[in-house]
């Protein structure tokens, strides 16, 4: 009896603490987007970023190849597919908490894996994966996250 | 026909893995009547997976693993210790005063306790704000580095092609 | 039977073992295509198992835990015994078919010589596109079953599928053709 007590007592707080969790959701944007030195334009989508993209690499354009808003939920993947057949970008959200979302994310290229991650992303920071090449530039792929 | 093999050849794998709706089946079946190019390559695909498959039963169906299960249990035999758990387990069952009717009313006093203490801890401790952490990260096929400045907000990981893979995607 | 290994019961573990050994065979044979070295990798399946089982938390089925776990093992001794396995392949020297493949010793040893050619074929293959043939054409799992064995979505599972069976293919193909000119009509392909 005071087994069954303990059990539910302790049931009671941890279901208290991640009934939040299990209904949560986070808005991602991921965006792909052409880096070369071919021309000088920038994709007017993409002059929210400018400075940064400016500030860190020597590209002299940038072009948005797809943009991608989308709600995560926990332990559902989603695909952004990228410009050439068998190429894409995988997208899961592992964990939310206060002021992070835990993603892991992979690019595969012909069902290889080029990259395996796994980052806290707080509000208003984007994570910059970046280096395949496309034609005459790089690809970059550029995620975000609001909650 | 060229536009009914190009909408086709899409479903070809997943019609031969057998993981197309009734729809898709029909559609496939319906083409492959037609259509010796598609046939063909379901043929090859069949071929491929005898190739891969065959030598595997043939050899699974003469084993009779001898003495395996004796040597995983020798070895787990060898490596078992008492773990932490199970030598406090012995002590709590050997100590009067850790009886259940004592104990289990003072770990779940000790939990609550706990719980509404860590609420006041993690108020007290501010997270840290507008950082990506890169927590895990691999990549078999190329070297990587990780860039994270203080301005602008943004973590970048850069994937360095080999010259083979630049002659290859360019 | 799962929660009782977890707890350390070793017969658990030989209730598990008499279940899925076989399974774990084809796919450590299917990897490494030499009976001593699977039968060696069935072994440290098992023990790792045992010593792993308790981190087992039932969010995906446990077969393809196991399945995921015998792949991984399977594919380290492979990748650690793969020098050895091309010095033995030229030990044994090459092979030049006969015209009269209908004899039997000369039938065997083209037989042989296809297997050898299959091995050398998956062992170039990416890990990720071997992992996904073994499991579909070895061992017949569902997409849905190979996306939660290999952590991915079925969208992957489908392109290393495909791009490892072009490869294979493409590694192949003259034996396909020969090998399909001796053969009569194909069975139906099984799910």
Redesign the interface.
């Known amino acids: 009896m005071k087994r069954t007590v303990f059990l539910l007592t302790a049931l009671f707080f941890f279901s208290f603490f991640s009934f939040s969790a299990a209904s949560a959701q986070v808005q991602v944007r991921i965006r792909v987007i052409l880096a070369s030195n071919v021309g000088q334009a920038i994709d007017p989508s993409l002059n929210d970023v400018h400075k940064e993209l400016g500030s860190l690499f020597n590209f002299t354009s940038y072009r948005l190849l797809r943009d991608e808003p989308m709600n995560l939920v926990p ?1 559902r ?1 989603v ?1 952004v597919q990228g410009r050439r057949p ?1 190429r ?1 970008m ?1 997208v899961t959200l592992i964990g939310l908490h206060r002021d992070n979302a835990q993603l892991r994310m ?1 690019v ?1 290229r ?4 080029l990259l395996n991650t796994q980052v806290r992303l707080s509000p208003g920071r984007t994570v910059l994966i970046g280096g395949p090449r496309y034609g005459e530039g790089v690809v970059l792929f550029a995620v975000s996250s609001r909650f | 026909m060229k536009n009914s093999c190009s909408s086709v050849s899409t479903l070809l ?2 019609y ?4 197309v709706t009734e729809e898709e089946r029909f559609l496939v079946e319906g083409h492959l009547q037609d259509c010796p190019g598609c046939r063909d390559a379901l ?11 065959a ?3 043939e ?2 169906g003469k ?1 009779d ?1 001898p003495w ?2 004796q ?3 020798r ?2 035999r060898l490596e078992k210790k008492r ?1 932490w758990w199970s030598s406090l387990r012995s002590w709590l069952a050997a100590t009067p005063l850790f009886r259940r009717k004592v104990w289990i009313p003072a770990v779940a006093t000790l939990v609550v306790l706990l719980l509404i203490t860590a609420q006041v801890i993690l108020k007290k401790t501010p997270s840290s704000q507008g950082v990506s952490v890169v927590e895990y990260l691999e990549s ?1 096929a190329y070297n990587v580095m990780v860039y994270q400045p203080e301005e602008p907000n943004v973590t970048v990981i850069w994937l360095f092609e080999g010259p083979e893979e630049e002659q290859r995607t360019t | 039977m799962i929660s009782r290994c977890q707890q ?1 019961d ?1 017969e658990a ?2 209730e598990i ?1 008499d279940k899925y ?2 399974k774990v ?2 796919i450590a ?2 990897v490494v ?1 030499q ?1 001593e070295e ?2 060696d990798v ?2 440290e399946v ?2 790792k198992l ?1 010593r792993s089982v308790k981190d087992f938390k039932g ?1 995906s089925h446990f077969y393809t835990y196991l399945y995921r776990m015998a792949m991984n093992t399977a594919i380290d001794h492979r990748r650690k015994a793969g020098k050895q396995f091309i010095s033995s392949l030229d030990e044994e020297g090459s092979f030049e078919p006969s015209d009269e493949a209908e004899k039997g010793p000369e039938r065997i040893l083209l037989q042989k010589e ?2 050898e050619k ?1 091995k050398l074929a ?1 062992d170039k293959l ?4 071997k992992a ?3 499991f ?3 061992e017949g799992l ?2 849905q079953e190979m996306a939660e064995a290999m952590g ?2 079925i ?2 599972v ?8 072009k490869r ?2 493409e590694s ?1 193909k003259d ?2 053709k020969l ?2 000119k001796g053969r009569g009509a ?2 139906v ?1 099984e ?1």
């Open positions: 332990n993947t695909t068998g894409f995988e992979k595969i012909e069902g290889v894996d | 794998e997943k031969f893995d057998q993981e043929s090859s695909m069949e071929e491929l997976r005898t190739l891969i498959k030598p595997v039963e050899v699974v084993e693993f395996v299960w040597k995983i249990e070895e787990i773990t078999p | 350390g070793q573990l030989r073992f050994h076989k065979y084809r044979y299917g295509r009976r699977a039968l069935v072994q098992f023990i045992f969010r296809l297997e299959v998956m990416p890990d990720e596109q996904a043939l073994i579909r054409d070895v569902s997409y991915c979505s969208g992957t489908m392109s290393r599928l495909h791009y490892g069976r294979m293919q192949l034996y396909i090998h399909g194909s069975t392909s799910g």
